[in-house]
């Protein structure tokens, strides 16, 4: 119990895609100007991690090891593509302030990586564990990031404002600047987190 | 050779179930997402003509225009759609003009990939709302700040000036295309 517990937890902070990883970089500085944003980005690739590491695993010795890559790429291929029009056909509006970045998290490493270094070799239960633990880490960072982003480069929250209207948001923080600036200062506190523990 | 076969065996099947499954959820989402854009059209046209009831659809040149009544079938006023390319691309916008083509009542931004937080904000009411009451009749200008403003020019966005300029362009060309051929 302990051991399927690790494959679940671990995402979020030892093994932390972001943040100790730092798998998936694209996504997490492009799409985190607001919680929402990050939100919506984390949930879609919980989806799609979730779906395409199970279906690796399912078929995982059925596919040459030759043709594996290929295989894997279809496969996510086709959840991120349901997931775009699922929130295309359903949340219009997000699915705008996403732009082209629901379509690229086909070329995230984070669901690749999985797929080739866990979910090929574990069993399935494992794999649903671990893809749930790695999503849920992948979210986690971005919501702090896009949260931390938003607070300060317009002064609200999920849109509410929570600054005094006197705040002058600083515009650099939703700016790319800012979202090295946040991803950095992120990593930092992470490592020094995880490195005292040692 | 075995190994070649099953290769491709594997791969062709893991392509075409994945072809099926894409089929399906494509058949299902494609008339919700074709009917969010026509109510979207709607709702932009609602918002922009208050009181608006009916509409007509006309071609001219590439630009849709909707001609656009009320409950008596008495013309409020014209609605435009133009596109052209903002700062990281295709920016879409309904104008809306008054019946006689004078005057422009209001814009709206339907699509735009503007920076988010930035440029994006070209979609928001409170710039949007500068075209109100703008002249047909000349050319409008964009400026960076208020002291340069004159007549029939809008001040741009702090930090969005180039997506800013790229809205006043494309509704100054959409007007100059569309109007003469609606007098």
Same mark, same amino acid.
Do not use: H
């Given at each position: 119990?302990?051991?399927?517990?690790?494959?679940?937890?671990?995402?979020?902070?030892?093994?932390?895609?972001?943040?100790?990883?730092?798998?998936?970089?694209?996504?997490?500085?492009?799409?985190?100007?607001?919680?929402?944003?990050?939100?919506?980005?984390?949930?879609?690739?919980?989806?799609?991690?979730?779906?395409?590491?199970?279906?690796?695993?399912?078929?995982?010795?059925?596919?040459?090891?030759?043709?594996?890559?290929?295989?894997?790429?279809?496969?996510?291929?086709?959840?991120?593509?349901?997931?775009?029009?699922?929130?295309?056909?359903?949340?219009?509006?997000?699915?705008?302030?996403?732009?082209?970045?629901?379509?690229?998290?086909?070329?995230?490493?984070?669901?690749?990586?999985?797929?080739?270094?866990?979910?090929?070799?574990?069993?399935?239960?494992?794999?649903?564990?671990?893809?749930?633990?790695?999503?849920?880490?992948?979210?986690?960072?971005?919501?702090?990031?896009?949260?931390?982003?938003?607070?300060?480069?317009?002064?609200?929250?999920?849109?509410?404002?929570?600054?005094?209207?006197?705040?002058?948001?600083?515009?650099?923080?939703?700016?790319?600047?800012?979202?090295?600036?946040?991803?950095?200062?992120?990593?930092?506190?992470?490592?020094?987190?995880?490195?005292?523990?040692? | 050779?075995?190994?070649?076969?099953?290769?491709?065996? #594997? /791969? +062709? @099947?893991?392509? !075409?179930?994945?072809?099926?499954?894409?089929?399906?959820?494509? &058949?299902?989402?494609?008339?919700?997402?074709?009917?969010?854009?026509?109510?979207?059209?709607?709702?932009?046209?609602?918002?922009?003509?208050?009181?608006?009831?009916?509409?007509?659809?006309?071609?001219?040149?590439?630009?849709?225009?909707?001609?656009?009544?009320?409950?008596?079938?008495?013309?409020?006023?014209? #609605? /435009? +759609? @133009?596109?052209? !390319?903002?700062?990281?691309?295709?920016?879409?916008?309904?104008? &809306?003009?008054?019946?006689?083509?004078?005057?422009?009542?209001?814009?709206?931004?339907?699509?735009?990939?503007?920076?988010?937080?930035?440029?994006?904000?070209?979609?928001?009411?409170?710039?949007?709302?500068?075209?109100?009451?703008?002249?047909?009749?000349?050319?409008?200008?964009?400026?960076?700040?208020?002291?340069? /403003?004159?007549?029939?020019?809008?001040?741009?966005?702090?930090?969005?000036?180039?997506?800013? &300029?790229?809205?006043?362009?494309?509704?100054?060309?959409?007007?100059?295309?569309?109007?003469?051929?609606?007098?």
């Amino acid at each position: 119990m302990d051991k399927n517990f690790f494959e679940f937890k671990k995402g979020f902070l030892q093994q932390n895609p972001v943040l100790v990883q730092l798998l998936g970089l694209c996504p997490a500085l492009a799409v985190t100007t607001s919680a929402v944003n990050a939100l919506t980005m984390g949930l879609a690739v919980i989806f799609v991690l979730l779906s395409s590491t199970f279906i690796v695993s399912v078929i995982k010795r059925l596919v040459p090891s030759q043709v594996r890559i290929a295989a894997f790429t279809v496969i996510i291929a086709t959840f991120v593509t349901i997931a775009d029009l699922f929130l295309k056909a359903w949340f219009p509006q997000i699915s705008k302030s996403l732009g082209p970045y629901v379509p690229l998290i086909v070329v995230n490493c984070i669901i690749l990586g999985r797929c080739e270094a866990f979910a090929s070799k574990s069993s399935i239960f494992k794999t649903i564990l671990d893809s749930f633990g790695m999503g849920m880490g992948f979210t986690f960072a971005l919501l702090i990031l896009g949260s931390f982003r938003e607070i300060l480069g317009s002064g609200t929250i999920f849109n509410i404002a929570v600054l005094p209207q006197s705040y002058q948001p600083m515009l650099i923080m939703i700016l790319p600047a800012g979202a090295f600036l946040g991803l950095g200062m992120m990593v930092g506190f992470m490592n020094f987190f995880v490195n005292k523990k040692k | 050779m075995r190994v070649l076969l099953k290769m491709n065996i #594997v /791969l +062709a @099947a893991v392509a !075409s179930l994945s072809g099926f499954l894409l089929a399906f959820v494509s &058949a299902k989402s494609d008339f919700k997402i074709k009917e969010n854009q026509k109510k979207e059209i709607e709702r932009a046209i609602s918002d922009l003509m208050p009181g608006f009831n009916s509409f007509a659809v006309q071609d001219i040149k590439s630009y849709q225009v909707f001609s656009v009544f009320d409950g008596f079938s008495k013309q409020l006023g014209y #609605v /435009l +759609a @133009a596109s052209g !390319s903002g700062y990281q691309g295709e920016i879409k916008l309904l104008i &809306a003009l008054n019946y006689n083509l004078e005057v422009i009542t209001g814009i709206r931004i339907i699509e735009n990939v503007e920076t988010p937080g930035l440029g994006a904000k070209i979609a928001d009411s409170f710039f949007t709302d500068r075209f109100k009451g703008l002249k047909t009749s000349a050319k409008i200008s964009c400026f960076k700040s208020q002291g340069s /403003l004159s007549d029939n020019s809008v001040q741009a966005i702090t930090g969005a000036t180039i997506s800013s &300029a790229s809205v006043s362009s494309i509704v100054n060309r959409a007007l100059s295309d569309v109007v003469p051929e609606l007098k």
